[in-house]
T-cell receptor
Framework: DTAVSQTPKYLVTQMGNDKSIKCEQN?????MYWYKQDSKKFLKIMFSYNNKELIINETVPNRFSPKSPDKAHLNLHINSLELGDSAVYFC??????????????????FGNGTRLTVT | DQQVKQNSPSLSVQEGRISILNCDYTNSMFDYFLWYKKYPAEGPTFLISISSIKDKNEDGRFTVFLNKSAKHLSLHIVPSQPGDSAVYFCAASGVGTNFGNEKLTFGTGTRLTIIP
């Protein structure tokens, strides 16, 4: 009964390949996200998806594309993988995209991460 | 530009003692602060938060203190237990249109080890 599940857990692939990471949440949340944790341990948002509205972090290369077939799923497709794409990718969801001032009532629920290694 | 900094990558504390994890930020527009906890091979989970209208928020063994003038917050865990061993991430968000989960800025985390 995992709340936010992502697959695969580990992904090893060669440069230039195209790969996908899948994410599903059974919490009934309206918003889903992809985060990247790089080798320096920075946890940075890549995308958020809320009611068909996609918000993209402008620093993310267009080789990365999120695809949301429905509210419970947000998959991440990566084309032409590069060495620098090696990282841990976390999917997350929250009930709302925003929260009211002075009340954090919509915390993020993260999946367990996908460790991507590009060789 | 690292707007949220956790300068101690690791911390070891004896079981039963107080654990103090620190976080500094540089953006004066940040108005809401969070702590997330992460176990190995799992995703982060929300722990506690504090807004700028408060200087302290307590939840059981966990207390977060905010010093806005110093742009500093800290997480106190008393008493520390072995199950508290994890990586703790500090995060911050702004106000108005910047008040959203997609606007959270995370620190790099502090690995806390509780020694039995």
């Amino acid at each position: 009964d995992t709340a936010v599940s992502q697959t695969p857990k580990y992904l090893v692939t060669q440069m230039g390949n195209d790969k996908s990471i899948k994410c599903e949440q059974n919490l009934g949340h309206d918003t889903m996200y992809w985060y990247k944790q790089d080798s320096k341990k920075f946890l940075k948002i890549m995308f958020s998806y809320n009611n068909k509205e996609l918000i993209i972090n402008e620093t993310v290369p267009n080789r990365f594309s999120p695809k949301s077939p429905d509210k419970a799923h947000l998959n991440l497709h990566i084309n032409s993988l590069e060495l620098g794409d090696s990282a841990v990718y976390f999917c997350a969801s929250s009930q709302e995209k925003s929260f009211p001032p002075f009340s954090y009532n919509s915390p993020l629920h993260f999946g367990n991460g996908t460790r991507l290694t590009v060789t | 530009d690292q707007q949220v900094k956790q300068n101690s990558p690791s911390l070891s504390v004896q079981e039963g003692r107080i654990s103090i994890l620190n976080c500094d930020y540089t953006n004066s527009m940040f108005d809401y602060f969070l702590w997330y906890k992460k176990y190995p091979a799992e995703g982060p989970t929300f722990l506690i938060s504090i807004s700028s209208i408060k200087d302290k928020n307590e939840d059981g063994r966990f207390t977060v203190f905010l010093n806005k003038s110093a742009k500093h917050l800290s997480l106190h865990i008393v008493p520390s237990q072995p199950g508290d061993s994890a990586v703790y991430f500090c995060a911050a968000s702004g106000v108005g249109t910047n008040f959203g989960n997609e606007k959270l800025t995370f620190g790099t985390g502090t690995r806390l080890t509780i020694i039995p």
